[in-house]
């Protein structure tokens, strides 16, 4: 397995974990939890953007 797959792979977990505390904390009643999903969402966000630039980042360095 090369680098670029295990880093891909951590990434795309990352991603999928903030997602599943987002999902999470929907159903809390936490008086802070309206902020928390907000920050939650921007981490969301910011990890699918670098999981994209490292699979077209693989892509790149495989075709080279």
Known sequence: MRVI???LMVAIAAV???LCFGVW???ST????ASRSNKLMRARVLLQFL????LL??????KS
Not at 57 to 62: C, I, N, T
Request: aromatic letters at 22%; zero cysteines.
């Open 5 to 7: 797959d295990i880093v």
């Open 16 to 18: 999928f974990v903030t």
């Open 25 to 27: 904390n929907m159903f």
């Open 30 to 33: 936490d008086p802070k939890s």
């Open 51 to 54: 999981a994209v630039i490292i």
């Open 57 to 62: 980042a693989g892509f790149y360095w495989l």
